[in-house]
C-alpha cells in the first residue's frame, strides 16, 4: 500500500515584510510591561509573532527603541545668586546647583553636571 505516490508540493509564498512604525512597536512593548499582561495575548491581538514582539521588548530595554517624539519637561528659570556673585567672564564656573522638580521628585544637582547623567536623569524623569 503506497500512501505517498503522488505527492504534492505545496508553495506557500510569503506577503511582503510588514514594517511597524517605532510608535507602535513603542505601545505594543508598553502594553506587555503591565502587571498581568501576557505578550502571546498582547501579539496575537495586534497580529504579530509573539517571538517579534520579545525582541521588541529587548530593545527597548537597551534603550534601542527610538521614541516617537522628545518628551519636554516644562523649565522655570528662577535667579538664585546676585549678579555681583557672578564669576567674571572667561573664568570657568564650577560651582552652581541645578533643582529639578517633576511632580513629587525633586532632583538637585551641585556644581557642573556631567551631560551624560543629566541625559539619564531627564530621560528616567521624563517615563514617570
Known amino acids: 500500500m503506497d500512501t505517498n505516490s503522488k505527492a504534492v508540493a505545496v508553495s506557500k509564498q510569503r506577503g511582503p515584510y510588514r514594517h511597524h512604525s517605532p510608535a507602535l512597536k513603542r505601545s505594543i512593548v508598553e502594553e506587555t510591561l503591565q502587571a498581568g499582561a501576557s505578550v502571546a495575548r498582547i501579539a496575537r491581538k495586534h497580529g504579530i509573532n509573539a517571538n517579534q514582539v520579545f525582541l521588541w521588548r529587548k530593545a527597548y530595554r537597551e534603550g534601542l527603541l527610538p521614541e516617537a517624539k522628545p518628551t519636554l519637561l516644562p523649565v522655570t528659570l528662577a535667579p538664585s545668586m ?3 556673585q557672578l564669576p567674571a567672564p572667561g573664568l570657568p564656573a564650577n560651582t552652581g546647583c541645578l533643582t529639578i522638580e517633576f511632580g ?14 543629566l541625559r539619564l536623569v531627564l530621560a528616567e524623569l521624563g517615563q514617570r
Open 104 to 117: 513629587h521628585i525633586q532632583v538637585r544637582i551641585e556644581g557642573r553636571p556631567d551631560p551624560e547623567v
Open 82 to 84: 546676585a549678579t555681583e
